[in-house]
């Protein structure tokens, strides 16, 4: 263990999920120090970078990819890891280094390695509707579609997602497709483009959009990280856990990291606003600054995630899970050679189609995506996520052995939340019973029963929210409108923790867009 101290000008970023911390390195100065390479980390590091700061980037992890350290390549191809095949990724949590590469310190799921839950996840790669930020108060003043538009261009030009990976522009593996868009235009649904029509999030469904660019898994690892790493100015380090925050008074002046791996311990910073969390903290052997310094922030309250129902179908389609085994021992010979002309299935990722629908109650607009992907034998398997509008807000904490626990659950807490999903699962589950539907429902038409077997969407955020209110006078903000942690000078916070609200798809795409807005909003600071 050892002392880091930063520049007095210097800006600490924490990019941890839903984490939070900050720091520097030897006795070199940086102006911004980031903490944790997840999507959030890099991007705002590569565009520090960009703008001629000296900026330390520091990971607990490893790095996936062979560009980034990792040895494991595939059989068949000494370029890749088996993480960067798109058409692995169904697969990925039976793959060698999933182990590896997840926390082992959070409830529900999160990854520690570099590239964060991009490097495991699943792909889908949504692009907000401007609904999302716009249609109450959630996001506030500042942070509205129209000032955040400019982030997302930036990001959809270097990593844009795309619904046709295959480079000779053919789609692979389809009877799903052919089976849902029949099944779909029967009960009135429209087919949409889900990247060039964002908008379109009520009775839609979509090819899948994937976190896919030139047919291996994209990402801010690929598409951001390799231009920072061309700056002298950018340093990464790697296996590098950041324990706390070093401050004195509001000023941050350092960082305490831990450079051996394998242990796990926790920083606390972003957290440490609730006094009862600073405690269990410090009971843990974490040092806490005196306490006339602590920050009673309301870190961890108003938690977020997306709940997930699941339904399995059978149908008469053609299709099934790929044999992962064959194409990672290499005799899968017919879609390898295929993937040496960058085409294929495995160009693909897990899911076949998506769907977005919303229904209203009281008022208020819940939004649903359904992401659709093959089981074995002709069985098709919804996950049906409840995404935007939905009410019901949990506690996220840490536990006395520094792991983040869940005091409250976020899902399904509200009267209103259950009474719109039954609906809409209700509604879905008839269309699908209607004969010549060409679906007949495996999993039990009890709406009740399905509705309490909800598993995580691992969408989390809102753990310290962005917004006026500042939390040390009574109100639900942690960070202020420049992602600024409240009462201090120089800590910001710019992941997936901030956002006060859920998107209406998956999250990652959201997560990117806005760590290019807070960018250029610290780097007006500074
Ligand atoms: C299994 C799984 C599947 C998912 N599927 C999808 C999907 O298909 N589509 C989608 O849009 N989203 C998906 N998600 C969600 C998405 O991946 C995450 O929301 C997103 O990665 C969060 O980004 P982040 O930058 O906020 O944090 P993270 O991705 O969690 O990154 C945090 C980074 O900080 C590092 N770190 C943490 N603590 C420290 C410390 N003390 N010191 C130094 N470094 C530290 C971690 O190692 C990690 O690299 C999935 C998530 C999981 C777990
Ligand atoms: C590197 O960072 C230093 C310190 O901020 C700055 O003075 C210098 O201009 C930067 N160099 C480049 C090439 O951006
Ligand atoms: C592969 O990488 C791991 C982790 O970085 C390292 O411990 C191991 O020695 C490497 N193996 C080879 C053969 O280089
Ligand atoms: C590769 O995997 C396939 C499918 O599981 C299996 O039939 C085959 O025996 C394996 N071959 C080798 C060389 O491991
Ligand atoms: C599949 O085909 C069989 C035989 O034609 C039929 O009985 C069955 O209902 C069909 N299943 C679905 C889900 O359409
Ligand atoms: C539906 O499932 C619930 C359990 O979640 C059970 O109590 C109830 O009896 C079931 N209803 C029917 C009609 O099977």
Redesign the pocket.
Known sequence: MRFLQVGCKAALVAAIGSLASASSFKNHYYDYIVVGGGPAGIITAERFVEAGKKVLLLERGVGPTVATGANETLTWNKDLTAIDLPGLSADVGSLPVWDEYMCTDTEGMAACVLGGGVTVNYMVFVHPPEHDFDDNNNWPEGWKWKDLKPAAERLYQRNPGTTLPSADGKRYDQGLYSVLSKFFSTVGWKSVDMISEPNEKHKVYSYPSWNIKDQKRAGPVRTYLPLAEKKDNFSLQLGTKVIRVVRSGSHITGVEVQTSSGETEIITLARDGRVKQIETAKDSGIKVPPKKQWLDLPVGLGFRDHPIFTLKVQTNGSFGIP?Y??IV?G?DRKDISLYGKNSGLLTQGKHRAIFFSSNELNGQTRYYQGSCAPADGSVLEIKTYLTHGATSTGVLGLDSNQKTVFEESPYMQTADDKKAAAAFVKELISDISTPGSGLELITKPNVTAILNTISSGNHYTTSAKLGTDDGRKGGSSVVDLNTKVYGTDNLYVVDGSIHPDLPTGNIQTTIMVIAEAAAARILAQH
């Open positions: 044999d085994d064959a021992n005799t």
